[in-house]
């Protein structure tokens, strides 16, 4: 079984700031690992995903994220923020066997301010 | 491609009744999967169709929860005799194929139960 750790429940920063969103994971076995955004109002949205390959992932609105398997994290960056990226954010597990059922974590609400 | 569509949004109802909600995924998605998500909390995996086979039940899916998907296309939930406890956002989500795909989610059904 897998689990995962957010440990931050809000992060409030200005716009323009830097922001990391942290996530952590436990799985006793290999995972694939996901950043999901809920926009106020709407259904989750794919952000970003690591399957394999380079350790750094990027998504196309400037959000990355970087599988640390030795510290079993994924954490989620933004060199500068906007206001648009306020919004709930879900790091998410599964395991890296066959079909794809996905353990999330509960959340972090990022909230950007002027 | 019009997305993942869940029908009614919202549903309010009174403990002991019973409840359907409906689901349907993207056109040639042959898996199907239903999430809970309560306040707070990410969301939580109920069960999961490859077509119409249902392949996999959480433990939170208790008896009075059932789920079907005739003939592999659209997808219910129901559950009969509701609690106070069941006051939840109830989430489909469908991908496509075998091996690891990306899960679409729907906007969500809101049940409150009073």
């Known amino acids: 079984a897998q689990s995962v750790t957010q440990l931050d429940s809000q992060v409030p920063v200005f716009e323009e700031a830097p922001v990391e969103l942290r996530c952590n994971y436990s799985s006793s076995v290999s995972v694939y690992l996901f950043w999901y955004v809920q926009y106020p109002n709407q259904g989750l949205q794919l952000l970003l995903k690591y399957l394999s390959g380079s350790t750094l992932v990027e998504s196309i609105n400037g959000f990355e994220a970087e599988f640390n398997k030795s510290q079993t994290s994924f954490h989620l960056r933004k060199p500068s923020v906007h206001i648009s990226d306020t919004a709930e954010y879900f790091c998410a597990v599964s395991a890296n066997s066959g079909y794809s059922t996905l353990t999330f974590g509960k959340g972090t609400m990022l909230l950007v301010s002027p | 491609d019009t997305g993942v569509s869940q029908d009614p949004r919202h549903k309010i109802t009174k403990r002991g009744q019973n409840v359907t909600f409906r689901c349907d995924p993207i056109?040639?998605?042959?898996?199907l999967y239903w999430y809970r998500q309560t306040l707070g909390q990410g969301p939580e995996f109920l069960t999961y169709?490859?077509?119409?086979?249902?392949?996999?039940k959480s433990r939170l899916l208790s008896d009075r929860f059932s789920a079907e998907r005739p003939k592999g296309s659209f997808s219910t939930l129901e559950i009969q005799r509701t609690e106070q406890g069941d006051s939840a956002m109830y989430l489909c989500?469908?991908?496509?194929?075998?091996?690891?795909?990306?899960?679409?989610f729907g906007p969500g059904t809101r049940l409150t139960v009073t």
């Open positions: 056109s040639e998605h042959n898996r």
């Open positions: 989500a469908s991908s496509r194929g075998q091996g690891l795909y990306e899960q679409y």
């Open positions: 169709f490859q077509n119409e086979a249902q392949l996999e």
